[in-house]
């Protein structure tokens, strides 16, 4: 293995590294809420804004963002995030009333989603041709056993949750310092490599111009709805209310929601690299991403509707959640030039969290509208049908981009190849 390519791989320890902590800090609020409710008599709405308030700022900021990092460079950006999450983690954890808590937890999507273009980005930058969507999984992948580390950590950590509410976001903050390790470690390396002549050569030091995004084709519109709708679903219910909602309308213990609504999380691991490695030899990304997408409507009306096993609709949703970003990414990472690659992640993630903090915000008021609890558990079925309808039209422009640009799309990878 020559120089370069032990570069490359350093690089995607790292940021999978960086991946891990930032994605167990988002999925920390949810294993909590049943704790914030009973300990500081905090409403669904309140636990809703927890989440929602990650990404209300990044509504605006994320496209700056996007182009910050095109316009300054990737390890850069990913050390300026960094230390942005590990703060806002601190004060969330240190808080002792709402109105801190959720500042820190502003503090930390302000950070969070631009941290997220980096770490992809690198991957980007340092992977290409048959590779990329492989390694792109291989990063979500770690990213994803991080979710499944903050759903399991009532069982691991049982002596912390014992003691109440804070003991488990101070863990959280451990991982957010580890986060930040793993980009300083990425900045390292790219600044040797750079010097050995090993990094990629980028663009970064011209002006990007919100004009620009006109340019992007229409398989890059449809890929922004999907990513918008496919989001807010799936994320609003797995990091903020599937484990309350399994405890209440399917009564399950704590530790037993935690499981089933991590474990099926942890075959992300090696699911999503595997998806992206079929990406990269077959290149029908059109047809995978829209098996990928029903999925999660699906899953949602089983768990909803039936008396089967929550597995099945966890198990779906699990597949679901490792396929969809395992080809969006590489997808959107060849249809747009490298060098407006930030610029179209900013977008594309602006519209996801204003999704993300409407669903929260929307869920939470229907549940509290309805009076859901665990005396009333039929008070979640309108927060149920909400996620099926996302889902379903997430679906929908999935199977827009097929009809229309999969052919198109799968002979220009085959080309470029």
């Known amino acids: 293995m020559n120089r370069s390519s032990r570069t490359i791989w350093l690089v995607l320890a790292f940021v999978a590294l960086a991946n891990y902590g930032n994605f167990y800090v988002y999925d920390a609020i949810g294993p909590v809420a049943d704790l914030l409710q009973r300990q500081r008599g905090f409403t669904d709405s309140q636990i809703g804004m927890l989440n929602a308030i990650y990404s209300l700022p990044n509504i605006v900021l ?60 690198a991957v980007v ?101 999907l990513c918008a709708l496919w989001y807010s679903a799936i994320f609003a219910f797995r990091s903020t209310f599937s484990i309350k909602y399994f405890q209440h309308a399917h009564g399950l213990e ?62 779906l949703i699990g597949v679901s959640f490792s396929l969809v970003p395992a080809v969006m990414w590489p997808l959107t990472a060849l249809i747009v030039p490298a060098d407006r690659f930030g610029t179209a992640l900013g977008l594309m993630w602006v519209v996801q969290n204003a999704g993300m903090a409407g669903a929260n915000l929307v869920a939470g008021w ?16 309108p927060m149920m049908m909400f996620f099926f309808i996302s889902g379903a039209l997430g679906f929908a422009f999935s199977v827009m981009l097929w009809l229309t640009a999969g052919r198109r799309h799968h002979e220009a990878i085959t080309h470029a190849r």
């Open 62 to 121: 994320l496209l700056i963002g996007g182009m910050l990092v095109d316009r300054f460079g990737v390890a850069r950006m990913m050390v300026w995030t960094g230390a942005i999450c590990l703060a806002g983690t601190l004060l969330t954890a240190l808080s002792p009333e709402f109105t801190g808590m959720a500042a820190g937890r502003l503090l930390f999507g302000i950070g969070a989603e631009t941290f997220n273009i980096t770490t992809l980005a």
């Open 125 to 225: 930058k340092y992977f290409s041709g048959r590779n990329l969507a492989f390694a792109v999984g291989v990063s979500l992948a770690i990213g994803r056993l991080g979710s499944y580390s903050a759903d399991m950590s009532p069982t691991w950590f049982a002596g912390a949750y014992a003691q109440g509410w804070q003991p488990p976001l101070m863990i959280a903050t451990l991982l957010a310092a580890l986060s930040f390790a793993g980009a300083v470690a990425y900045r390292w390396i790219d600044r040797g490599s750079r010097g050995a002549g090993d990094a990629p050569a980028t663009g970064t030091a011209e002006r990007v111009r919100l004009r620009d995004i006109l340019s992007f084709g229409p398989a890059y519109w449809y890929l922004l709805a």
């Open 254 to 315: 704590l530790a037993a929601a935690g499981a089933i609504n991590g474990y099926v999380f942890l075959a992300a691991l090696f699911a999503t690299p595997a998806f992206g490695w079929l990406c990269d030899r077959i290149g029908r990304y059109a047809p995978m991403l829209a098996f990928g997408a029903l999925l999660l409507p699906l899953s949602i009306a089983i768990m909803a509707a039936t008396h089967w096993s929550l597995w099945v609709g966890t198990v």
């Open 366 to 381: 229907l549940n509290d509208s309805y009076g859901a609890s665990a005396l009333n558990p039929a008070g979640y079925q």
